[in-house]
C-alpha cells in the first residue's frame, strides 16, 4: 500500500512544489531546518506521551503489601 496519496489526498506533484516553492519564499531557507526541528520534537513528544498512557493501561494492576503477611 503507498502512503503518499493518503498523506497528500488529490494533490500532484506540481501542487506539492508549488506549496513547498510557496513555504521556502515565506519563511527563508534558514527558517525551515527550525521549523522542521520544532515539528519533530513535537511529534516525538506526542508520541512519547501515548506510549506512557498505553503503559498505564495494560500494566497488570499491582497490589502493595505492607511485608505483614496474613495475620
Not at 13 to 37: C, D, H, N, Q, T
Not at 51 to 60: G, M, S, V
Request: proline share 4%; aromatic share 6%.
Amino acid at each position: 500500500m503507498n502512503i503518499i496519496p493518503l498523506l497528500f489526498g488529490n494533490l500532484g506533484l506540481a501542487e506539492i512544489l508549488i506549496i513547498a516553492l510557496v513555504v521556502l519564499l515565506f519563511f527563508g531557507g534558514r527558517k525551515i531546518p527550525e521549523l522542521m526541528r520544532g515539528l519533530g520534537k513535537g511529534v516525538s513528544s506526542f508520541k512519547q506521551g501515548m506510549n506512557e498512557i498505553q503503559d498505564e493501561i495494560t500494566k497488570p494492576t499491582e497490589k502493595k503489601s505492607d511485608g505483614d503477611g496474613d495475620r
